[in-house]
């Protein structure tokens, strides 16, 4: 019988190398552009669709987070200032780690439940739960 360090070196080379960084998901970009004093994100609702979030829990969010005030009109999130396209991607990206991201295992199979007076982040994929800030 083989010893357990020769099996193991086996089963290694038997295993199939993964392709790629290892990231399955990708905090989505920002595209939108200037008008006048104004900012606005054309694919406002596509991003809050990738994040599997309400658009008005991301709007309120990215609103008190850039000081800044804003209206939904349409498929776009209108920015009564002028925020660089790189401020409002780290904005969103501060947003998923807090609120779509699980902690635990890292994946973004998450959704948000309310329990009495906590706010949770449910994983789907480990069954992990997490309190988050409710009040943004």
């Given at each position: ?5 020769d ?15 290892g ?38 969010f ?33 947003y ?41």
């Amino acid at each position: 019988m083989e010893n357990y360090e020769d099996m193991l070196k086996d089963a290694y080379k038997n295993v199939k190398q993964v392709e790629g960084a290892g990231e399955r998901f990708e905090t989505p970009k920002i595209e939108g552009r200037y008008q006048g004093k104004k900012t606005i994100l054309t694919n406002f609702f596509s991003i809050a669709q990738q994040l599997r979030r309400d658009p008005k829990h991301l709007e309120k969010f990215l609103l008190k987070e850039l000081a800044a005030s804003g209206t939904i009109n349409g498929e776009r999130l209108i920015l009564n200032m002028k925020v660089s396209r790189s401020k409002i991607d780290k904005k969103i990206e501060e947003y998923t780690r807090e609120f779509v991201l699980c902690k635990e295992c890292g994946k973004p199979d998450t959704e948000i439940k309310k329990e009495d007076r906590l706010t949770f982040l449910k994983c789907l994929a480990c069954g992990a739960k997490h309190t988050i800030r409710a009040k943004i």
